[in-house]
């Protein structure tokens, strides 16, 4: 557990939400290109399809396939503006612990780069188990996270490494001083928690979910899952 | 917020989401405008089946639009009512609520809609 002495939502609220609601519009113009296994997921869906993109930011996922209808949702409304502009799509603003969606309604999710926000693993689980409850029986949603195992990438994480860790965002400006001594740097610290090889998955099993495929992409690892079915 | 959501949408609050009477959300006071969006046939027939019906008759009345059929015409009905199409296009994908409340009827908490986005977060008491 990151935070001892802080709630985790009031943690989460200082160290994820804040940040991003401050950095909205410079995160936005900088995550624009998709993923591609995000990106051939969203196009195998067939038309008419009905989603959910969990934590969805600036919406770049609702621009893929405009043939099936996406509600998206994120907690940062400075982000939500920017993702309310992909047609035909909606975007709302929502916690994704209390999302307003009817269960068992959808027929696909995705929650990219959102699960790994949440400081305790019961919070982590609970993200997971509320996405899952959104999907029609046989419905798919695919989840990413960041990756403890990252060892080539500019951060340099790997195996052993602290899996709670405090990410800087540097946002930059040419025009306004940001900083009281006249600087144009702002650095912010976001929360994360690297999950380790084979960690999404307990998760989706152990809040009762059915992995479909796993895999690993771009230091991050990514699975689609399932409701597992009632017998 | 477009129409069509709405028939996804119920209440934030757990307690709420076991209760028939949370869904619809019930507008107020709202604003309404229309967006211009190219016609997509294929979204529409497609998204028609998963659409609670009832739920969409509930919305449309409450909004004061003119009185849908009691039943959803079929993909077949459809395909050959181009009138029907184009309603269907306008009230789901075209009208979008801009300003205004969407009210909770088990629990009654309001959710304010401005400049087109709805806010669901819940004020501390009912997380």
Redesign the interface.
């Given at each position: 557990m990151a935070a001892e002495q802080l709630a985790p939502e009031k943690y989460e609220e200082q160290h994820v939400h804040e940040v991003y609601e401050q950095i909205a519009s410079h995160f936005s113009s900088t995550r624009y290109k998709p993923w591609p296994i995000v990106e051939s997921f969203l196009h195998s869906l067939s038309p008419g399809s009905v989603g959910l993109d969990v934590g969805c930011g600036n919406g770049k996922y609702l621009a893929v396939n405009q043939d099936v209808f996406i509600i998206g949702s994120d907690r940062s409304s400075n982000l939500v503006k920017i993702a309310a502009k992909h047609e035909p799509h909606t975007a709302i603003v929502a916690d994704t612990l209390a999302l307003p969606h009817q269960t068992g309604r959808f027929d696909f999710a995705i929650s990219i780069a959102v699960v790994h926000h949440f400081s305790t693993p019961e919070r982590r689980r609970e993200a997971v188990k509320a996405i899952l409850g959104f999907l029609k029986e046989g419905g798919n949603a695919l989840v990413y996270v960041w990756a403890l195992e990252q060892k080539n990438s500019r951060r340099g994480w790997d195996e052993g490494h602290e899996q709670d860790v405090m990410v800087p965002w540097v946002m930059k400006s040419g025009k306004k001083n940001l900083n009281e001594d006249g600087s144009t740097e702002k650095t912010f610290q976001r929360y994360y928690h690297l999950y380790r090889s084979g960690e999404l998955e307990d998760d989706i099993v152990g809040v009762g979910g059915k992995v479909v495929e796993s895999g690993y992409e771009k230091d991050n690892w990514w699975a689609i899952c399932q409701r597992r079915l009632q017998s | 917020?477009?129409l069509?959501?709405l028939n996804?949408?119920?209440?934030?609050?757990?307690a709420c989401?076991s209760s028939s009477a949370s869904?619809p959300?019930h507008p107020k006071d709202c604003e309404l405008v229309s967006?211009t969006?190219a016609p997509?046939p294929?979204?529409?027939?497609?998204?028609?089946p998963?659409i609670d019906w009832n739920a969409l008759v509930t919305t449309a009345s409450e909004l004061g639009f003119p009185t849908l059929p009691a039943t959803a015409p079929t993909k077949e009905e459809l395909e050959n009512d181009e009138k029907m199409m184009k309603e269907l296009h306008t009230l789901l994908?075209e009208t979008s609520v801009s300003e205004g409340i969407l009210v909770c009827g088990n629990c009654g908490h309001e959710?304010r809609v401005k400049?087109?986005?709805?806010?669901?977060?819940?004020p501390n008491h009912l997380?």
């Open positions: - | 917020m477009k069509l959501t996804f949408l119920t209440c934030a609050v757990k989401k869904f959300l967006d969006i997509n294929q979204l529409v027939y497609n998204v028609l998963r994908l959710y400049e087109g986005i709805a806010n669901f977060l819940l997380v």
